[in-house]
């Protein structure tokens, strides 16, 4: 490893190179801006990444001629370059991720790391992000890297001896921050509908945004409850220092909260640093559906756009326009479905607008709105008014179900298109 500027370390990356930048809130935010920096001397750079937090200088409109994002998921962001066509998305599983660049799918010519500095014995810690860094990191020409005293030193599948980095520079910058959602009532209700869903003992996938955060407020007098989730935030943090989240019950990687990457604020990061009880795992393990059906009661909660009256769940898109990705929603749907007692869990608000004047609930799909979850796969969706239960029901008694948890200013007139359009 050589210590060297941010404008050094970046100085090899050339034009139609292809470069993975580390996610979330550990994106090395100074080699990225060194390499921005650059932009008049280089072209169709390709940006491989999923969501990362910060203002993200290669997204900018006239950045275009020089860099180009690829899209693993979709961030806040990324959305408008995404949807502009100045950047590409590219579907994946997030389980997939690490195959991409292993298998030479998709060839990396460098990637961008940040990560606390090194131990005694030469090791730094990929801290608050490992999702699918260790295969890129193997799968990458050139390894250059941010070395930050403020990034927690993670343990478990997170470290980077200093024998991998080529390049590498000194910085002192907080970790990005992502603050706490705030709850209303509607979510909050979900929320409740949630917890009475989770049995004690049972091991959670629990996200980032309201409906998780508001979830876990429920959760105070549970048991033994566990993570291995591909995510987590500062919520994850109330649940153990509360003694709701042990991890006692968990068949495998007992008593250690697993995941892939984390966002939240600098008491997250506090909490994660140095902890035994934290372990991160890149996101082929997290997200392995063989591992995730392995926890019993495995309760798996994610979000959606809409769902339609049979189930279908969009969650990447609105209409023909790119939102999000598809992330890790099929990966722990299916497995926590499989899990012994296990509950695969769609959430989401039952509509939208200033007025409720949106059901997402819905007769039919927007146009070029995306599944990303099938009828087949979806078990339990969760609404403000209540839980819709589908498994082993047939189109007309899913119907049923999904409009008794739609918003009632939209009851009667889903029942009539479900009539007049599907028989239902």
């Not at 404008?7 to 390499?35: D, F, K, M, N, T």
């Not at 042990?246 to 697993?258: D, M, S």
């Amino acid at each position: 490893m050589r210590i060297v500027s941010p404008a050094e370390a970046v100085a090899g990356i050339g034009s139609r190179h292809q470069v993975y930048v580390q996610c979330a809130s550990a994106v090395p935010e100074v080699l990225l801006e060194a390499l921005v920096a650059r932009a008049p001397e280089l072209s169709d750079v390709s940006m491989v990444h999923l969501h990362t937090e910060g203002p993200g200088p290669h997204l900018a409109p006239e950045m275009a001629p020089h860099f180009r994002h690829r899209a693993l998921f979709i961030g806040p962001n990324a959305r408008r370059a995404v949807n502009e066509g100045r950047a590409d998305f590219v579907p994946v599983f997030l389980s997939d991720v690490p195959d991409l660049f292993l298998s030479g799918a998709l060839p990396l010519d460098a990637v961008l790391i940040h990560v606390s500095p090194p131990d005694a014995h030469g090791y730094c810690s990929l801290g608050t992000s490992v999702e699918a860094m260790r295969a890129a990191i193997t799968a990458a020409r050139t390894v250059i890297a941010q070395i930050n005293p403020r990034m927690p030193r993670t343990l478990g599948e997170s470290f980077v001896h200093v024998s991998e980095i080529d390049l590498a520079c000194e910085v002192d910058t907080p970790i990005f921050e992502h603050a706490r959602p705030e709850i209303g009532p509607v979510e909050r209700q979900i929320g409740a509908f949630i917890a009475e869903l989770v049995p004690d003992g049972a091991t959670l996938q629990l996200g980032i945004g309201a409906i998780p955060a508001a979830t876990a407020e429920f959760l105070d007098g549970k048991k033994d409850l566990g993570i291995h989730t591909e995510m987590f935030t500062d919520a994850v943090v109330d649940l153990v220092e509360k003694g709701v989240v042990t991890g006692k019950a968990k068949a495998r990687n007992t008593g250690k909260l697993v995941t892939a990457f984390m966002m939240g604020t600098r008491r997250l990061y506090d909490f994660v640093d140095d902890n035994p009880m934290v372990e991160m795992r890149a996101v082929d393990f997290t997200n392995d559906t063989h591992v995730i059906r392995s926890f019993r009661a495995m309760t798996a909660i994610n979000s959606a756009i809409e769902v339609d009256l049979t189930g279908q769940v969009v969650a990447d898109s609105i209409g023909h326009r790119m939102y999000s990705g598809v992330g890790g929603q099929m990966d722990f749907i299916r497995g926590a479905a499989l899990a012994p007692d296990g509950r695969a869990i769609i959430a989401l608000p039952a509509a939208a607008g200033k007025d409720n004047e949106i059901s997402r609930i819905t007769t039919a799909l927007k146009a070029g709105a995306g599944v990303v979850t099938t009828r087949a796969h979806v078990r339990t969706v969760v609404t403000e008014f209540g839980v819709a239960e589908l498994w082993g029901k047939s189109l007309r008694e899913r119907a049923k179900a999904l409009i008794a948890v739609a918003h009632p200013n939209h009851r009667d007139r889903l029942a009539f298109e479900a009539r007049a359009v599907n028989g239902l």
